[in-house]
Nanobody
Framework: VQLQASGGGLVQAGDSLRLSCAAS????????MGWFRQAPGKEREFVAA????????GYRDSAKGRFTISRSNAERTVFLQMNGLRPEDTAVYYC??????????????????WGQGTQVTVSS
C-alpha cells in the first residue's frame, strides 16, 4: 500500500486549498481514510476521516464547517477541501489508511499506512 499526498502550499488567511491522497496497492474501497496534521513541536493530530462507504465523516472541532473530506473509490483518491484557512492550520498534513476499520477512527495508531505528508502554510 502506498499513499501519495499532494496539494499543499503557502496561502493567506481565508484562502482555500484542496489536498489529495492517491492510493495504490490493495483494495482502496474497503478502507477507512483519514487526514492528520503535525505542526512543529506538536504531536500529530486528527483532522478528518471518512468511512469506506464515503457516507460517514468526522472532523476535529476546529475543522467543522471549514473542511470537507470526500473520496472517489473509482480514482482511489481521498480529498480534503479546506476553506477559510487560518494561521493555526499551518502544519504538515498526512493522509492515512485504516485497512481493518469498518468505521473511521480518530486515533493515530489505528491507521497502518501513511503518506509522506504535504506542507500547508497559512500566513496572517
Amino acid at each position: 500500500v502506498q499513499l501519495q499526498a499532494s496539494g499543499g502550499g503557502l496561502v493567506q488567511a481565508g484562502d482555500s486549498l484542496r489536498l489529495s491522497c492517491a492510493a495504490s496497492g490493495r483494495t482502496f474501497s474497503n478502507w477507512a481514510m483519514g487526514w492528520f496534521r503535525q505542526a512543529p513541536g506538536k504531536e500529530r493530530e486528527f483532522v478528518a476521516a471518512i468511512d469506506w462507504t464515503g457516507r460517514t465523516t468526522g472532523y476535529r472541532d476546529s475543522a467543522k464547517g471549514r473542511f470537507t473530506i470526500s473520496r472517489s473509490n473509482a480514482e482511489r483518491t481521498v480529498f480534503l477541501q479546506m476553506n477559510g484557512l487560518r494561521p493555526e492550520d499551518t502544519a504538515v498534513y498526512y493522509c492515512a489508511a485504516d485497512t481493518y476499520g469498518v468505521e473511521f477512527s480518530r486515533i493515530v495508531s489505528d491507521y497502518e499506512y501513511w503518506g509522506q505528508g504535504t506542507q500547508v502554510t497559512v500566513s496572517s
